[in-house]
């Protein structure tokens, strides 16, 4: 059986939709997604780029995040047909860790334990294939790598390019 190996933020969860949110709540602006393109992670908002930074150290923002369209469904497939894994480098956020693997648990009940893995590094991951929205995270991948569309990544050209968890089905199921 293939190993297929799938990021959290920006890939499963909105965490692009989550900065919009919490910048909405702190601040009264709504910030349109577009605006964030080709913007590295956390800019393109129209000011406060130290309060932004904080967001993912404050409590419930991971465990309120919203599953991209269609993720729960396709990794329900691709489950019964890949070695799954959801890998996240949690390490950096380390209260997130709970509210990961709560989220996780919430939205997509079918993943075991086993399957969740939190890091520091993914270059200790090994597997057949990789979709992450960064690709530095992809760049000491051994298997084939795909990035999924994020606002941050839209210049990214070095790899495979997945745009929403329809191509993810297309591709893998």
């Known amino acids: 059986m293939k190993r297929l190996i799938i990021d959290m933020d920006d890939v499963i969860a909105d965490a692009t939709g989550q900065f919009i949110n919490f910048y909405e709540m702190e601040f009264g602006i709504r910030v ?19 309060v932004i930074k904080q967001f993912p150290y404050r409590e419930k923002f991971f465990l309120t995040m919203t599953p991209n369209s269609g993720s729960q469904e396709v990794l329900k497939q691709l489950n019964k047909k890949y070695e799954l894994f959801v890998v996240s480098a949690a390490m950096e956020f380390p209260q997130s860790l709970y509210e990961k693997l709560e989220w ?16 520091g590094s993914k270059t200790i991951v090994h597997g057949d294939y990789m979709i992450d929205d960064l690709s530095y995270n992809l760049e000491g991948f051994n298997g084939e790598k795909f990035i999924y569309t994020a606002p941050h990544n839209l210049e990214v050209n070095q790899y495979s390019r997945l745009n929403n968890w329809k191509e993810v089905g297309d591709k893998f199921l």
Not at 32 to 49: I, K, T, V
Not at 104 to 119: A, D, G
């Open 32 to 50: 349109e997604r577009e605006s964030l393109n080709h913007q590295d992670e956390g800019h393109g908002f129209p000011a406060h780029h130290d």
């Open 104 to 119: 996780l648990k919430n939205h997509f009940p079918f993943l075991t334990w086993k399957q969740i893995v939190f890091c």
